[in-house]
């Protein structure tokens, strides 16, 4: 999920219709990429060599795990493809920037555009632009409030996040027989849709076993913050019975806090699906127990529609002639019983 933040240095004292694919302060077990390496294409049927199409490609800068594995995911999966001309433009997270990046791609006339806005209210604009020019927008992840945006979106279940992270919780207090039980949630940043919509389906799930949250904080998806926030709410509440922290990314700092005060009294689940919350969860010696998906591999998906739109065909597992209008991935859980099959998927914090 994730989202486009500074990703600064931290020490601390004393962590296509397609499946979607947290953390550790230890170092990672091997040196890996941050993206997970997309299946190469197969050889018949759409992935046949076709008519030559160029992709722009613009999305924040690659300061955050997640964001980081979406580039990577484009540009190996446009590779795959000898008919496609990938065209990315500076990674960038000012929003002028990033709107004069795209203007760039429309004014090269490209035959269509990637594009995961820093915001997608802020680029609503340019991206209308390049569809009044005739270049198909594939939406990727952060949504354009105008739908004549964008011709695809495709991206991943934030209220889905929210709802498989509350029945983990809620699952899990049941069966151990807790009532009345102190649940806490470290945000990403407030302000955005899309930790709203995580926060929304937390609530909903909860709800279902009788449970609420006692106390929620934003931490901007940042590992200082996360630990800062993490820190905080850990000092607040002497006992808690679960935690959830909407990115795994920050996560790194989470659980750092954690360890830090010593508290192991409570089950964690993370979200986005990074190895190192996987290694973690693989490791069973820490809180987090499970992580949510909200896998980067959307960008892999997103090329493929894009090559499939400018060619003018459609999704060949499907009837219709066209490619959809929303594509929407699962969000699926992640635990020490499932953990080995989605290594493969995972990025690095």
Request: charged share 20%; with cysteine.
């Amino acid at each position: 999920m994730s989202d486009n933040v500074a990703r600064r240095g931290f020490l601390v004292g004393g962590a296509v219709l397609l499946a979607a694919g947290c953390t550790s302060n230890e170092p990672a077990a091997a040196p890996s990429s941050a993206a997970p390496q997309p299946a190469p294409a197969a050889t018949g049927g759409n992935d046949q060599p076709g008519e030559k199409v160029v992709i722009g490609f613009s999305a924040p800068a690659a300061d955050h795990g997640w964001i980081a594995a979406i580039a990577k995911n484009a540009e190996a999966t446009a590779k795959q493809y000898s008919d496609i001309e990938f065209k990315p433009v500076e990674p960038t997270n000012d929003i002028n920037q990033q709107i004069s990046a795209v203007e760039s791609l429309i004014a090269a006339k490209v035959n269509a555009l990637v594009i995961l806005p820093n915001d997608g209210q802020q680029l609503n604009q340019v991206a209308l632009q390049a569809t009044e020019a005739g270049i198909p927008v594939v939406n990727l992840d952060r949504i354009f409030p105008d739908k004549l945006a964008y011709r695809t979106w495709v991206g991943g279940d934030n209220y889905g996040m929210g709802v498989a992270a509350g029945h983990f919780i809620g699952k899990q207090l049941k069966d151990k027989g807790v009532s009345n039980p102190v649940i806490v949630e470290i945000q990403g940043i407030a302000t955005l849709p899309l930790t709203q919509d995580r926060t929304k389906g937390f609530e909903d799930a909860l709800k279902t076993y009788g449970f609420s949250v006692t106390a929620k904080q934003d931490a901007q998806f940042t590992v200082e913050t996360g630990n800062e926030v993490a820190t905080s709410l850990l000092q607040a509440h002497k006992k808690i019975d679960a935690m959830w922290n909407h990115d795994d990314d920050q996560g790194v700092g989470v659980l750092a806090a954690i360890k830090e005060a010593s508290r192991d009294e409570f089950i964690m689940v993370g979200g986005a699906g990074s190895l190192n919350a996987m290694r973690e969860i693989q490791a069973g010696n820490s809180v987090l127990q499970a992580t949510v998906t909200y896998s980067p591999t959307m960008a892999s998906s997103a090329i493929k529609l894009a090559r499939l739109i400018a060619q003018g065909k459609g999704m060949s597992d499907l009837v219709e002639n066209q490619v959809p209008q929303s594509i929407t991935l699962a969000s699926e859980t992640i635990t020490k019983e499932n953990v080995e099959k989605y290594l493969a998927l995972g990025f690095e914090s």
